[in-house]
């Protein structure tokens, strides 16, 4: 390499360093493997350079790289088995978390966006109000009924209608983004 493509590679690795790595952080919860798919990603635009390959959207190409090598990592990694929780659907008809997630089977894009969601939803039930937070594991994950929670708790059944309402409310919107991440990417 000459060192006219050593100095634009080390720009380009200066000035894209930092959201790549947020990029990558925001997708995979190992900071180890977070810095390998890193180093991979610069690895490769070396290799790309010193081959001659040309690359006309520098930073867009590195993320692309950045998003494969990610699903690389999610190839190597089994998957969650979340077939023992349980939840109910508007009709009343009995689903299970496992139904509602992209199939492990499915390949590695959606082995990696189960896993996105799964570690989403963890950070948004976390975000909660306690007493919404509560009806809503009990309920949806549990499988618990509302009269069951109630006699527990002492708490109505309306009032906790209303709290698993506006939980349902946040959850949804908060997960609305990363769900159009992953289905846009």
Not at 21 to 40: A, C, K, N, Y
Request: charged content about 35%.
């Amino acid at each position: 390499m000459t060192l006219e493509q050593d100095r634009r590679i080390s720009e380009v690795v200066d000035s894209e360093r930092s959201r790549l790595r947020s990029f990558i952080r925001r997708r995979v919860p190992d900071p180890r493997d977070v810095e390998d798919v890193l180093q991979d990603v610069f690895q490769e635009l070396v290799e790309a350079n010193r081959l001659l390959m040309p690359i006309d959207h520098v930073a867009g190409w590195l993320f692309r790289v950045a998003r494969n090598r990610i699903i690389d990592l999610f190839r190597k990694k089994r998957p969650a088995n979340f077939s023992d929780f349980a939840g109910s659907g508007e009709d009343g008809e009995q689903l299970r978390l496992e139904d509602l997630l992209p199939s492990p089977d499915a390949g590695p894009e959606a082995l990696y966006s189960r896993r996105v969601l799964l570690e989403e939803l963890a950070l948004a039930l976390d975000e909660l109000p306690e007493d919404q937070r509560s009806v809503f594991v009990a309920h949806e994950i549990d499988g618990r009924s509302f009269k069951e929670i109630s006699e527990e708790t002492g708490v109505g059944v309306n009032t906790l209608l209303s709290r698993k309402r506006y939980a349902v409310l946040r959850l949804r919107e908060r997960l609305r983004a990363v769900y159009e991440d992953i289905t846009n990417a």
